[in-house]
């Protein structure tokens, strides 16, 4: 039996209204159903907001990248002639990794696959300015090949076998 949250007194499921003291008795059951929504929306907002974030995350990687790449060359660790090359190759890296996050997060394989071939290229053809490869075209069939193996790794660990 429940009991009126006002005064105590006994009430049934039916009753609307306490009938000792006219306190209101549907309304606690209402509240509930309001505040999952307000939840929900919350969510949203926090989702969009992360996503925000990842493209923020993404923009100080690069800069910070930059940074370091100006530093390692005024080090001494590679001439200016590497330099857009080891930019590139940490640039593809830093994309690569987003795609795999982005993935991880949503366990959305397509949601990370754009950056992840796009950063993929990107490092190999900074790999290949560094390494001073001129014929970088098999680091493509490489690339390809590992998209491949890489796409089915996806599918299979998102709908594993039994
Ligand atoms: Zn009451």
Not at 22 to 51: C, I, T, W
Not at 72 to 79: A, F, S, T
């Amino acid at each position: 039996m429940p009991y009126c949250p006002n005064c105590g007194n006994e009430v049934t499921e039916e009753d609307e209204f306490c009938s000792k003291c006219r306190a209101p008795l549907k309304e606690p059951r209402l509240r509930p159903v309001r505040r999952r929504d307000e939840k929900d929306e919350k969510d949203e907002k926090d989702e969009k907001h992360e996503g925000d974030q990842a493209g923020a995350i993404v923009g100080g990687l690069v800069v910070i990248w930059l940074g370091v790449s100006f530093a390692l060359r005024n080090l001494g660790y590679y001439p200016w002639a590497d330099m857009g090359g080891v930019f590139l190759l940490g640039i593809g890296v830093i994309l690569a990794l987003r795609g795999l996050w982005a993935y991880s997060k949503t366990g959305v394989f397509d949601q990370g696959f754009g950056y992840v071939v796009g950063g993929g290229f990107v490092a190999l053809l900074g790999a290949a300015i560094v390494f001073q490869i001129n014929d970088w075209w098999p680091f493509l069939i490489i690339g390809l090949g590992a998209i491949i193996v890489l796409r089915a790794l996806m599918v299979q660990g998102r709908n594993p076998r039994p």
